[in-house]
Nanobody, 115 residues
């Protein structure tokens, strides 16, 4: 079965950095498109970053030049390096993959940016 497990969230001050990890299993990771989404209280879950099997990347405008998505196929892991964090980045961050027409999500990891 598909499984995604996020880690690396926490409390950080504005301007700080965090590195999120998503450990994946249950599918052929190397050919999958992986994404990071986030959901703030009272808001919908929105795409933050995506990385293809060919390692092309896309980001929501609000995180461009601050966040970097990457993947290590040998470790079946996707990362989200978050720099210059802002309070508006506060959210639960979720890892995502679409396999055979179905979306799969991890349990989420909380990121709180506050002084």
């Amino acid at each position: 079965q598909v499984q995604l497990v996020e880690s690396g969230g926490g409390l950080v001050q504005p301007g700080g950095s965090l590195r999120l990890s998503c450990a994946a299993s249950g599918f052929i990771f190397s050919i999958a498109v992986m994404g990071w989404y986030r959901q703030a209280p009272g808001k919908q879950r929105d795409l933050v970053a995506v990385i293809t099997s060919g390692r092309s990347t896309n980001y929501v405008d609000s995180v461009k030049d601050r966040f970097t998505i990457s993947r290590d196929n040998a470790k079946n892991t996707v990362y989200l390096q978050m720099n210059s964090l802002k309070p508006e980045d506060t959210a639960v961050y979720y890892c995502n993959v679409r396999v055979n027409g179905k979306n799969y999500w991890g349990q989420g990891t909380q990121v709180t940016v506050s002084s």
